[in-house]
């Protein structure tokens, strides 16, 4: 089935939420419903995840980003194909599927070595919703089914965020080199991807697991998911990491805040040879040099989103029901009153639009 044979049973509108311009509220707009070319495919939008990421690209300065205005928000997009531009693909038609956002080259080194989410071919755009045309809206054109990966089509709205938060939080757990199992982790931010890596981590039987959150709700979710203790500051973990360990410290440091005070304490958390992993983006720095603050055999890394073969196994286990995010859903047309809640903290883990 071509993009042609298809085009009469589409509508030729969709409502979609589009930023015009840097600094500026999106809106939400109608607007012609694409149609796929050479290798694209077409996708009706099932639910889509809003991420305090898409407040970061709302709020950038011009020029700060390498993005042509307007394009679609939103990056964490579950769907079924409807159309496609290539008969070698029509097997695809009627699949339900999530969508990776990173839309790498398929053929550099990175991607050759499945660090897709890596290319070196990105130096613009991203992806969905960083960039290009994403999944607030009614239909989302991706350019390659190698940007796809099937679901099982029972599976509900609540799937969309495994795409971007449940694939960040799973890659920054298994991405570590070392042996979890035994291991002192302390999770600092207990929201919508916080939530997630506690229940990855579980699966890998750290001995002791220390969240960190001012909200009492959080904590108390902390605790459910698998956490031995939570606390509501930094300074806090701290004490009672030292008193847990002995005095040596954490091994893994999740930070999923990314503020002055979270990064400014994560040295005094750290044992000999520790990581820290840096995935939140709330205007904090670390100074790192030899010899300085951090213990002896310090790593520190801010990994980006995940490679495809791992949001792969993100949603076999969410499928499985081993992975469940936290979701309250929203209708599009209440999209800009849900980001005002995930902006203002007064949403617990993830907010879903469900076209």
């Given at each position: 089935m071509t993009a042609t044979e298809t085009?009469?049973?589409?509508?030729?509108?969709?409502?979609a939420l589009r930023l015009h311009e840097w600094g500026?509220?999106?809106?939400?707009?109608?607007?012609?419903?694409?149609?796929?070319?050479?290798?694209q495919v077409l996708l009706r939008v099932d639910a889509a995840g809003l991420c305090h990421s898409d407040l970061h690209i709302m709020d950038a300065d011009a020029g700060v980003l390498p993005y042509t205005l307007p394009f679609n928000l939103g990056h964490e997009v579950m769907g079924a194909v409807v159309a496609v531009g290539d008969d070698r693909d029509r097997e695809w038609i009627g699949r339900s599927c999530g969508v990776h956002g990173v839309w790498s080259c398929g053929e550099c080194r990175a991607c050759a070595a499945g660090r897709d989410n890596y290319c070196?071919?990105?130096?613009?755009?991203?992806?969905?919703?960083?960039?290009?045309?994403?999944g607030l809206a009614d239909f989302?054109?991706?350019?390659?089914?190698?940007?796809?990966?099937?679901?099982?089509?029972a599976a509900g709205p609540e799937v969309a965020p495994m795409t971007d938060a449940g694939l960040t939080a799973y890659h920054a757990v298994v991405s570590q080199?070392?042996?979890?199992?035994?291991?002192i982790v302390v999770v600092v931010g207990i929201?919508?991807?916080?939530?997630?890596?506690?229940q990855v981590l579980t699966l890998r039987l750290p001995s002791l697991v220390l969240a960190v959150d001012p909200r009492e709700s959080a904590r108390e979710l902390a605790l459910r998911l698998g956490a031995h203790h939570a606390v509501a500051s930094v300074a806090e973990v701290d004490a009672l990491a030292a008193e847990l360990s002995g005095g040596s410290g954490a091994d893994l440091v999740l930070d999923f805040v990314g503020a002055p005070d979270t990064m400014g304490g994560a040295p005094g958390l750290m044992?000999?040879?520790?990581?820290?992993?840096?995935?939140?983006?709330?205007?904090?720095?670390?100074t790192v040099t030899k010899g300085g603050a951090l213990p002896r055999g310090w790593r520190v890394e801010a990994p980006f989103w995940g490679p495809h073969h791992h949001l792969q196994d993100v949603l076999d286990?969410?499928?499985?029901?081993?992975?469940?995010?936290?979701?309250?859903?929203?209708?599009?047309?209440?999209v800009l009153e849900a980001y005002q809640d995930l902006r203002e903290g007064r949403a617990d883990g993830r907010l879903v639009v469900v076209p």
């Open positions: 085009a009469a049973e589409l509508p030729h509108g969709m409502r500026v509220a999106p809106s939400l707009d109608r607007i012609p419903v694409p149609q796929p070319g050479p290798g070196v071919e990105l130096n613009g755009p991203i992806g969905c919703g960083t960039g290009y045309d994403d989302i054109l991706v350019p390659s089914t190698r940007h796809l990966v099937e679901l099982d089509p080199p070392v042996d979890l199992r035994g291991a929201g919508g991807l916080g939530h997630l890596a506690l044992a000999g040879g520790a990581c820290l992993v840096v995935v939140g983006s709330a205007g904090g720095s670390l286990l969410a499928v499985a029901g081993d992975l469940a995010a936290v979701v309250e859903q929203r209708r599009l047309d209440e």
